[in-house]
């Protein structure tokens, strides 16, 4: 895939025959992002039907696509791309901190990725106490929510991936409306 100017994200093997593999775009920090589309997806499919063909794989269907809103997490360079972002994240063993909220078999977590200064280490930081709905009025006098951060370790890690959260255009606080200033910003 490198040599396409791709990074090779996942290959998934079904019993049924299907090869699926994932690509996405190489990431370099502070460069602006680049995202698979259609294009990318359709050439690395010719270039791979010619070389399994050529290896004798055998597959009856083949699918390339993009990492999704959901992409997992598995490399430190994948960590430090996504820190800020909301993630899920499952621990090998459960965890239980004494003198906190944690539960004693907590191995899921969601929350959002942060760096450490411990290299290879980074944490993640949560509240379990829930949103408001969008709409909903929320006291003033409601005390903050409690934040709790676990640091960890790749090799802790069962899995991580992004949390799929899908912002649509209507959930986004209102701006207050401008105020015309003179009679060329008012629409006729």
Avoid: H
């Amino acid at each position: 895939m490198t040599g396409l100017g791709y990074d090779l994200v996942e290959i998934e093997r079904s019993p049924a025959g299907l090869l699926r593999i994932t690509i996405d775009m190489p990431y370099q920090a502070g460069a602006p992002e680049q995202f698979v589309n259609v294009e990318d997806c359709e050439a690395v499919t010719r270039q791979l039907q010619f070389l399994l063909e050529v290896e004798g794989v055998d597959y009856k269907r083949l699918e390339v696509g993009s990492p999704g809103i959901d992409r997992p997490l598995r490399t430190p360079t994948d960590f430090n791309r996504f820190v800020g972002a909301d993630i899920d994240l499952t621990l090998k063993e459960p965890i239980g901190i004494t003198g906190t909220d944690i539960a004693a078999n907590r191995k899921k977590f969601r929350g959002t990725l942060e760096s450490t200064d411990q290299p290879g280490a980074w944490q993640i930081v949560w509240t379990d106490e829930p949103a408001p709905k969008p709409g909903q009025r929320v006291s003033k006098k409601r005390p903050p929510a409690v934040y709790q951060a676990m640091r960890f370790m790749l090799e802790e890690l069962r899995e991580a991936r992004l949390a799929p959260i899908v912002d649509f255009k209507g959930r986004k606080p209102k701006a207050a409306p401008v105020q015309p200033d003179s009679a060329t910003d008012v629409a006729e």
